[in-house]
């Protein structure tokens, strides 16, 4: 048995949103659209019908009210399920406080582990979709997990160290 190869460190701002990035990969539910299809049509005609009897007291004449309802309940439909689309893959930042708790990243011979505050997750190295040395920060995706981040900040500008620390991940991993 080799010894480990340990990094650990604080996750900034930058890397937090780069971490909300590579977890979100751009999926949203069928659920969330579901409900933003059914919402949609409701709030429009509800907007259609407060828009013509608003219209029609102010007297202004059958087409108008027509048009003008119609126009209203077209843009309140479209950014009401615009928006609701929106809120369903974004989250507040740092939801977790994941910026204020140390990260420890070990890789050891079955596993890949890692340690936020009093929490500890085991990373079979099968599980291991990707190992990526981008500029600033190594990205591991995971099977089934939300992706990890280690900053270069964390090698203490120690590029051989960082160099060694991905070969190792990516040789585990076989990736």
């Known amino acids: 048995m080799t010894a480990p190869d340990k990094i650990s460190g604080f996750l900034?701002?930058?890397?937090q949103k780069r971490l909300a990035r590579l977890s979100r990969r751009g999926i949203v539910g069928?659920?969330?659209?579901?409900?933003?299809g059914v919402t949609a049509p409701i709030i429009s005609a509800s907007m259609s019908v407060m828009v013509k009897n608003a219209i029609e007291m102010a007297g202004f004449s059958p087409y108008w009210q027509w048009f003008l309802s119609a126009l209203v309940a077209a843009f309140a439909g479209i950014s009401w399920y615009l928006i609701f689309i929106r809120w369903s893959y974004r989250s507040a930042d740092d939801p977790f406080g994941v910026t204020r708790l140390e990260t420890e990243v070990c890789a050891l011979d079955e596993c890949l582990q890692v340690r936020r505050g009093g929490i500890e997750t085991r990373i079979d190295w099968a599980s291991i979709l990707s190992?990526?040395?981008?500029?600033?920060?190594?990205?591991v995706l995971v099977k089934g997990a939300d992706a990890l981040i280690i900053p270069d900040v964390w090698f203490n500008k120690d590029k051989q160290a960082r160099r060694n620390f991905v070969e190792r991940l990516?040789?585990?991993?076989?990736?």
Do not use: C
């Open 131 to 139: 190992v990526k040395a981008n500029r600033g920060f190594t990205s």
């Open 12 to 15: 900034d701002e930058k890397d």
């Open 170 to 175: 990516k040789q585990k991993a076989g990736v």
């Open 30 to 36: 069928p659920t969330a659209i579901y409900y933003a």
